[in-house]
């Protein structure tokens, strides 16, 4: 899907000289910008992270069922 993202001038002369050094596209930028801000809120970019986040989140409601468990005291 195609959509149109506006830059102010010195914002995007950076960002071109940012792909210049790191031999690579602005769409690759931004793909990248997109993926880390996704990954700070949580949601799965693809998915490998979704199974991944729905595994862990198994596992923890595994462990809640499970209950606490504490050790046996013994008397002395």
């Not at 960002?15 to 690579?24: G, V």
């Not at 990954?39 to 596992?59: C, E, N, T, W």
Request: net charge positive.
């Amino acid at each position: 899907m195609r959509k149109l993202i506006a830059f102010d001038d010195d914002t995007f002369d950076k960002l071109k000289q940012l792909a210049r050094d790191r031999m690579a596209t602005i769409q690759e930028l931004a793909d990248e910008a997109f993926a880390d801000l996704l990954r700070k809120h949580g949601i799965p970019v693809d998915l490998r992270d979704a199974l991944r986040k729905s595994a862990s989140l198994s596992d923890a409601r595994a462990k809640k069922d499970a209950g606490p468990t504490s050790p046996k005291k013994t008397r002395s």
